[in-house]
Every structure is written in C-alpha cells, then in structure tokens.
C-alpha cells in the first residue's frame, strides 16, 4: 500500500514539550516516551497534526490546494470516508546533547539506538553508506565512551558528561557515523555549517544503558508559575514542572506515502509520488512542534532526505 | 509465501468495544491480533502492488462490478497466521489450554489429561471426560498465559512431558496507552469533548509475525504496508518456507491412535465449542470419537465493515490454543494429518486464516 517513503529529521532549536498527557512523578507534565526504552520520542500523531497545521496555515486560500491537503492528511471531518495518504512513525531519537566538560556539550547516541536507525533507513530505502561502505554501528563496552578520532570533548582519555566519566575510546566507526549524520541528517542552511562540523568532534557513542539514563535524567525540566497581576506573587497551586527535551536534539521519523484514495483527485495528484512532492513544495524550514507554543517552545528545523 | 512482518513502531489492533467521542473515549487492542486484520492488509497490499485503482468508500457501496472485480483479483488468497516469531524467523505459538500453571509460583507449568475411569463426571456432557491433574495439597491451577516455542510445541504434540518453558506475554509485547486530543488549527487549544486514550501494541524489538499466505499474490521481496488501526505502517519481507517436521508426532499418533487437535487461531463454530463434526466423529474419510476437550472463554471476533460503513456482526470464536482430543477409530494417520495439519476446522473465515489447526498426539499417561 506504501509506494514510497523519506525520512524527516527534526532538529530542536528550542525545549520541545510533547506532552505524553499523564504523570506519576515529580514532575507534573512529563514527555512522551517509548513504554519498551523509555527514551524519548515524539508521537506520529501530534507530528502528522503539526505538519497538517503548517500546510493549512500555508495555503489558507487556496481551495485546490485544500483538496490535496485532505487526500494527503484525511479528512477533517468524516474519517470513514478515506484514510489519509500519509502516515508517520513516531520520531525517534538520534542524537541526545549532554553538558560535557570540554566541548560545552556533546551529542550522545547508543549501539541500539544506531542498529535501529540503520534498520529504518533500509527499509526507507535510503542508503546508510558512508565513503561507499556500510555505516557500521559499533558495540560498546560498560564506562567506555566512542569518540571520533578528530574529537574535541576528551579530557585526560575521559569523557566527563555531566558528572560521570567514560573512558574515551577513538573508534573510525564513530567517525563514519558522525560524517553520515553530519553529510544527511542535519540542517542544510548556511547557520549550521558550524554544527555539521562540531558534530564530527562532539559525537560521543555509549553504552545502551548509560544513554537511556542520560534521556531519563538529564531532560531539561523546567519549573513555571503564575503570577497573579495585583500583588505580583505566585496564585495558590500554580506552581508546575514541565519536562522537555533540550534544544540540540536530533529526531527522525518516517514519513510514508501511499496513492491518494478519496474522490475527486485533481489529475496532476494521482500517486504516492505526488503525495511527497507536496510535503517537499510546502518547503518547511522551521515549524512548531508540541505544546507551549506562545512561550517560544518547540520550534524545529526539519529536513528531508530520500525516497 | 511466507513472510516476516515487522511494525515499524506500535500497532493499534481495535477490540469490538465502542469508540467515541466524549462517551467511550477508550480504544483498547487485543493481543495477539485476529488473523482477519493481516488478511485484510494483504488483500490491500496484493491489489495495490497489481495498481489496483480504489475508488473512494462513497463510490464503492453496491457497485457490485467493482466488487467482483477485487473479489475475482483476490478470491484464492488464503493465510495461516500470524504467529509471533523472533528475529530468526522461530515461531511462538499460544499457549495450549491444557497446559496451566500453578497460580503463585513463577513459570511452573503441569498438564491436564482426560481421566481413563473418571469417579466424577461433568453435567456437559455424559460421554466426555473430565480433564484433571494430580497437585500437591496447597497447589491450584489457572490458565496459563503466553507463548510456547516452536521447538517445544512439536515436544508437546508429540505427547511428551516437558519442564515447559512459556513465553510470558510482558517478554513479547507491551501495551502502550496515548492520549490524544483535537486541536483546531483556529484556536490553538483543545476542543472540548474531544479527548481519548488510545492503547497501542508495541512489539519488543527482537519480535515480529510470520504469514503463510496462499494463493495468487504480487509481493515485491520486502516493502511496507498499512497495518491496524490509525494507518500504522509495518514492513515485511519475503523468507524461506515454513519446515515442520511432524514425523515423530505421527509415530506417537500411530503408536496410540490417539490425537488432539489444537487451534493455532480462533475458530468459529456454529454450534458455539464444537463442531459439527465433531459430534458425528467423521470426516474427510476418518472416523473418530471425542474424548476430550479444553477450551478457553469465548472470544468475540468483529470487524468493521467499511464498505456498508457499520460493525461486522460480533461471532463468539472458540480461542486459540484450545485443545480437543479424540480417538481415531478408522482411518490412516497420513490421510489424519493431511486433513488437518495447518488446515482451517473454522465453520467460517476459513481463508482469513480462522481455526486453524495442529495435530498432536496423546495417552493418559
């Protein structure tokens, strides 16, 4: 049913909020997590509803266009009536930034993390060769932390992130890993030349588990009020925490496209083809993702790649 | 054709409850999923890969040239499956009813055999006999839950004791609740009345579903297709062809003229735990005698039929791993397998993969 399929990357240039709606802890509103990794994630349906937002404000009118949107995204209305054109996997995680003691902060990822991309770029289609080799996702042993040979975040053959210490191991793997992403993954805009380049000597590859606990320990949570206007002092029981993902996360998700399956399909929109150009011609650079959108939250820079 | 079916993050395989907004805002799924939403998906994928045009749900409700046409395209597609299998392409089987556990203590399996002389009977059925094992005095017995391996499944058809090693379902899937809310584009908030829960699968990573399927069917080698609710997509690949070595289990069936067939899928009988034939104790050329039955709490297999836009009608199927035992009476064990072996006994579904069955062999030792 799926013809074809690209792979967006959303790099978070503020905190993203996708609230998973429940909480048990501490913190009042945490994000949505994978229930079987507990890492981070963003959930197909609020990305789908976002990238829906982005094309409706875009075209607002534009009657043909409206059309496309509702073969592409479904309709608004009488769901029975079709299904929509696209689907998405939820985003997952990439790449993590962790405050490192040299280099300010490092991107962390981990063995599994990195099979499972591979394994989504395969079936995406899209080729996970570097300098015409396999990427090649390394395996980590306990403390030990893979670096690229070129990398800026060693300190005495450590890698301290946050409070904890690795030992630093250069690894050509890492390198091959670093220079896929940085080449495919990230921002293509002239801003991000100097990220693509940090991110050759700030990669940092951990074991499994040391990264899980970075994602579930070191997200930003941030504490908010409110302030009541006549005495300028907190109101009673506004007081809330809200968990983040830090700005400098890199995610991925698949976007798959099928043919068009309502009625009326203008003739130049028949395929799972067209369905893909008219995500690419909507040409997002920026969008907004997740909740606290007023206060500055969210915003993501997207690029596509393959298909 | 076989293939390994991957999803590419959670599945939302719906029960029949209702689903709605404000009133019944939770969408549960079941787990494993009816074989019929697989079904499905490959009618969509084989008519798809053979540019198959779909016409719009509005446009399709009694035209009946269309239908026939999809129906003509698809009519021999049979499946047997989904099983759950590991990376590897080794299957897990459901449990079978007669294998139970001992209630408190951690994976510690015994299994029920019907009496030889029972000194109690049940008020079902006089020519049956009651199922039964000897516990210790403190010990009782429930259900067992998860899955059985291939390899020890054959060690179970072939009537041999085993220290059972189950799959527990936590080992293969975890359910993961999301909620989700409307939010218009025009306001920026969530409407009112407008929030659900919906309960996702999502598989643990090293698992996925092997499907037989049969018939004529255009499948490129690997590809990806809808899955479930919510357009959730899965990616499947073709592998090697299913080997089932079933010699063993014929010897034993040989040796006892004695089998039980058990149901690898739900299976729909008109007369609710049985089947007609069952009851007569002949069929395809075979005459048997039930001795023997385990089977679980009904099930209620639905659907939803898009094109009438309505609930399928809700049928009570005998579940999976329900086991019936027999005496065969006349007949060869070759013809015995033939007739049943990874074939449908279901009264209905029959191609969408229900009922069906395994044979295995048994004594009341």
Not at chain 1, 264 to 277: E, G, I
Not at chain 2, 21 to 41: H, K, L, N, R, V
Not at chain 2, 182 to 207: C, D, M
Not at chain 2, 324 to 347: H, P, T
């Amino acid at each position: 049913m799926f013809k074809r399929a690209k792979v967006l990357f959303l790099y978070t240039e503020t905190p993203l909020h996708t609230g998973s709606g429940s909480s048990l802890s501490v913190v009042d509103l945490p994000i949505q997590r994978e229930r079987h990794t507990n890492l981070p994630m963003v959930q197909a349906s609020g990305l789908k509803g976002s990238l829906r937002d982005y094309a409706e404000q875009n075209y607002k009118n534009d009657a043909n266009a409206k059309t496309k949107i509702t073969l592409v995204f479904g309709p608004e209305k009488d769901g029975s009536e079709h299904a929509g054109a696209i689907s998405f996997t939820d985003a997952r995680l990439l790449l993590f930034p962790v405050r490192s003691l040299k280099g300010i902060f490092a991107w962390v990822t981990c063995p599994s993390v990195l099979q499972r991309f591979v394994r989504d770029l395969t079936i995406a289609g899209v080729s996970a060769k570097v300098d015409n080799k396999d990427l090649n996702v390394p395996s980590v042993s306990d403390n030990e932390a893979l670096v690229t040979n070129t990398s800026e975040v060693i300190v005495d053959n450590k890698v301290v992130l946050e409070e904890f210490s690795f030992i630093a191991e250069k690894r050509s793997e890492a390198d091959g890993i670093a220079k896929w992403i940085s080449e495919n993954a990230t921002p293509q805009s002239d801003e991000y030349k100097p990220w693509k380049e940090k991110i050759l000597k700030n990669l940092v590859i951990l074991p499994d588990n040391a990264f899980r606990d970075f994602t579930e320990f070191s997200t930003e949570v941030i504490a908010r009020t409110k302030i009541q206007t006549e005495t300028k002092t907190v109101a009673p029981g506004a007081l809330w925490y809200e968990e983040h993902l830090p700005s400098d996360t890199l995610l991925y998700s698949l976007a798959l496209a099928s043919d068009p399956l309502g009625a009326n399909k203008p003739n130049d929109f028949q395929t799972a083809n067209d369905v893909l150009k008219f995500i690419a011609d909507l040409q997002i650079d920026r969008f907004q993702l997740g909740g606290d959108e007023t206060v500055g939250r969210g915003i993501v820079k997207l690029r596509i790649l393959g298909g | 054709m076989r293939i390994f079916i991957e999803p590419l993050d959670v599945v939302l395989f719906r029960d029949g409850k209702p689903f709605s907004a404000e009133e019944d805002i939770i969408a549960s799924s079941i787990f494993p999923p009816f074989p019929s939403t697989f079904y499905g998906a490959m009618r969509t994928e084989t008519l798809s890969r053979q540019n198959f045009k779909f016409q719009p749900l509005s446009q399709i409700k009694n035209n009946s040239q269309y239908l026939n046409q999809i129906d003509s395209l698809t009519h021999d597609l049979r499946i047997v499956g989904p099983f759950i299998a590991d990376e590897n392409h080794l299957e897990y089987f459901p449990i079978p009813k007669d294998i139970v556990e001992i209630k408190g203590q951690d994976k510690k399996y015994i299994r029920l055999k019907p009496t030889i002389s029972p000194t109690f009977k049940s008020d079902l059925s006089t020519d049956i006999s009651p199922l039964w094992v000897k516990t210790n005095y403190d010990e009782h017995i429930e259900d067992g839950k998860g899955f059985i391996s291939e390899s020890q499944m054959k060690i179970y058809l072939e009537g041999r004791q085993d220290k059972w090693s189950i799959l527990n379902p936590g080992e293969v899937f975890h359910r993961e609740e999301r909620v989700g809310i409307k939010r218009p584009g025009a306001t920026k908030t969530s409407e009112e009345g407008f929030f659900y829960i919906a309960e996702f699968v999502r598989l643990n990573s090293q698992f996925g579903f092997t499907l037989d399927i049969e018939g004529n069917v255009t499948l490129s080698d690997n590809g990806f297709f809808r899955l479930g609710g919510e357009s959730r997509a899965a990616s499947y690949r073709k592998i090697e062809d299913r080997k089932w070595e079933d010699d063993a289990i014929k010897k034993k069936v040989r040796e006892t003229r004695k089998f039980k067939l058990y149901l690898l899928s739900h299976a729909i009988f008109e007369k609710g735990w049985i089947a007609d034939w069952m009851h007569t104790g002949e069929k395809d050329g075979l005459t048997f005698k039930l001795i023997s039955a385990c089977v679980g709490k009904p099930v209620s297999v639905g659907g939803f039929d898009i094109v009438e836009n309505r609930p399928k009608p809700m049928k009570k199927a005998v579940p999976a791993g329900s086991v019936y035992f027999f005496e065969l009476l006349e007949g060869n064990v070759d013809e015995l397998f033939k007739a049943f072996q990874f074939k449908s006994i279901s009264d209905e579904k029959q191609k969408e993969g229900f009922g069906i069955t395994l044979v295995g062999g048994w004594n009341n030792v």
